[in-house]
């Protein structure tokens, strides 16, 4: 029994002294003379140079929060300082890594176990630097040797924490250059705070950005779910980000909250993210979540957009959008996010773009050979004016503001900014769109606007193209190759059943109106630009108006201020009754030709000859009357309208007073032009008589009147 006690004792006394031994070396050791085998060591794991520069020391202490027995056992802390990991050699920068200092505390008893227990590792001012080149090489991939099995040891580590961070990250291959400061919060912030805060500044800055006020942001049922997410409440943030750099030559700034390090490591759990960036002139703000984030997993969130123009987003998102006036939308955001594979839905979001309203949802898929762009868009008030943009037009200055390169020269109309067709071909789409409500001023009696947009190898199609005018419609559908060089547009348009007095419904006399405008043109052309496409113009364009009215008050109002000139000069200013219009004008390489253009009124005909030349920009048109029989009706000389498009010239042929009596010969001259555009003549009432055109065009169907008809 009393050799038992002894046995018993020994081990214990032995354990004591080897527990003494370990405390002994651990707190006298130099633990410096230990940093050659570890920078070794460790460099070989890494297949880059690792070096503990500075002081390594460990000493003991009581861990904090334990109690009983395992409270009074000291644990070991380690201290390392001036820590640095190279760079491979053809990085600029030698150093991938330095840290003043990294502490660490390692629980004892689970050593027993194998498993190394580590509760908070402690940084120092890390500093990172990454770098990628053109080919694709990085820094931040490190060549490991290769498993020779599991290991008996297990790794826990629970909290990575630090003072300050900065990384430098340079990547060639994308064209970032960007310093960031990462710093601790001190305490988390819970989402809706976070997402509260988020939501104020992005809607401001949307009210800086369009003008929009408060309202024309607000609240939807997808805005009110994401905040009432269950998932997301529970997320906290604990670090801030600050970043300044330059990605693809423009300024990038952002400012950004995540959650804890550690939980990176976990694929299944959602990671808190939130940003705030700029972007050239673009603002990209976002709150919400990204799952396995080492690998870029799905990201869900809250985004916000606004700019000075949406084209902008294209270097950034690398999606093909069109020139817009200052935009701001929200939604959310839900990604797929995979190599070549990922795909977006914005979905739910509202907006501004200039002073129209927009909506709707968005999807961008990678898959495939290129990306594609699907969904539908509605605008429940659209500016026209807002239009603009989609085809190089706006003020000089509108088009500073949205980093237009190409000057609009000061004696052109035409716009002569290029259509960005090198864009086109980055990705594909197939995008319906609906403007409910088109607000223009009287002149532009536009109610609204429809259209499928589809866009394949580069293709750009809009058909149909429908705007709702005047109670009837203008259909057409249109399409512009842009994988050629020089662009080649096709157009085919048709108007019908234009209401007279819906065109000028503040022109009193034009109330009393039963005509209509019925059109068709067929065109081709050439060009990367609205002036070069309109200066190649090649095809036929007919018209017919019947039952009308003209003087120069209703002409004013059309903002005609040559056609005004000129009634001025036929008629006074009397209102005339049209019996009928007809034009037929044929456009050989920009210059369309009056094949026929003449009005048939109840006291003359009156006959427009000459060419518009969109290459150039120039009128040359002359209008001649002929009086019908023997009214008493003195008309002036014939008139002209030459000049430029910018500054037309209108003006009275000198030369003798046409006539009387010339009615029939330009009859005989014009029927068999006007007997083309015949189909045109479609009656209001779907009865033959309703049209004032029909005895004309039954009159040209005959035999033309022979040349000496009275």
Known sequence: MRRGRKIVAWVVGILVLLIVAVVLFIAFFDWNRLKPTINEKVSEAIGRPFAIRGDLSAHWSREPGESGLVGWIPWPHFTARDISVSNPSWAKNRQFATLDTVEFRLSPFPLIAHRIVIPEVRLGQPHVALERTKNGDNTWTFKLPESAGPSEWQL????????????????????????????????????????????????????RTTGASAKTMAKTDADEKDRQDTTKKKQVYYFAWDAKGTYKQATLSAKARTGGVLALRDADKPFPVQADARFGDTHIAFVGTLTDPLNMGALDVRLWFSGTSMSHL???????????????????????????????????????????????????????????????????????????????????????????????????????????TDRWNAMDADVTFTGVKIVHGERLPIDNLSTH??????????????????????????????????????????????????????????????????????????GNSPAALLGTLNGEVKLLIDDGAISSSLLELAGLNVGSYAVNKLFGDEVVKINCMAADLVSTDGVMDSKLFAFDTEKALI????????????????????TKGFRIFSLRSPLYVHGTFKNPSPGVHAGPLILRGGGAVALAV???????????????????????CKPL??????????????
């Open 670 to 692: 014009f029927a068999a032009p006007v007997a083309a555009v015949a189909a045109l003549a479609v009656p209001e009432s779907g009865q033959a008589d309703a049209t004032h």
């Open 156 to 207: 826990e580590l629970n909290a990575i924490a630090f003072d300050k961070g900065h990384i430098d990250l340079t990547d060639a291959m994308n064209r970032i250059t960007m310093g960031i400061d990462v710093t601790p919060l001190g305490k988390g912030i819970p989402f809706d705070e976070i997402m509260a805060q988020q939501e104020t500044d992005a809607r401001a800055q949307a009210k």
């Open 607 to 626: 006959n427009v000859t000459g060419n518009v030349n969109f290459r150039d920009e120039k009128l040359d048109l002359d209008i001649v009357p002929h």
């Open 453 to 526: 947009l589809i866009m394949q190898d580069a293709v750009l199609t809009l058909d149909p193209l429908k705007f709702g005018v005047a109670g009837g419609t203008v259909g057409s559908n249109i399409k512009l190759d842009g994988s050629r060089t020089p662009m080649k547009g096709g157009f085919n348009l048709g108007a019908r059943h234009l209401k007279l007095k819906q065109l000028f419904p503040s022109f009193a006399p034009m109330q009393t109106s039963f005509g209509e405008l019925n059109g068709d043109a067929s065109l081709t052309a050439t």
């Open 314 to 420: 294209y270097d950034l998102t690398g999606v093909t959008l069109p020139d817009t006036p200052p935009f701001a939308t929200e939604g959310h955001l839900r990604a797929n996010l995979k190599k070549g594979a990922s795909v977006y839905t914005y979905e739910n979001f509202s907006g501004r773009v200039g002073g129209s309203d927009l909506g709707g949802s968005l999807v961008y898929d990678t898959r495939g050979t290129r990306p594609k762009l699907s969904g539908s868009l509605k605008s429940n008030q659209l500016l026209f004016s807002d239009l603009a943009p989609l085809i190089g037009g706006g003020s000089d200055k509108e088009k500073a503001e949205r980093g237009d390169t190409v000057a609009q020269p000061a004696d052109k109309v035409l716009p002569v900014e290029p259509f960005k």
């Open 697 to 710: 065009l039954d009159d040209l169907r005959k035999a033309p009147p022979k040349a000496n008809a009275k």
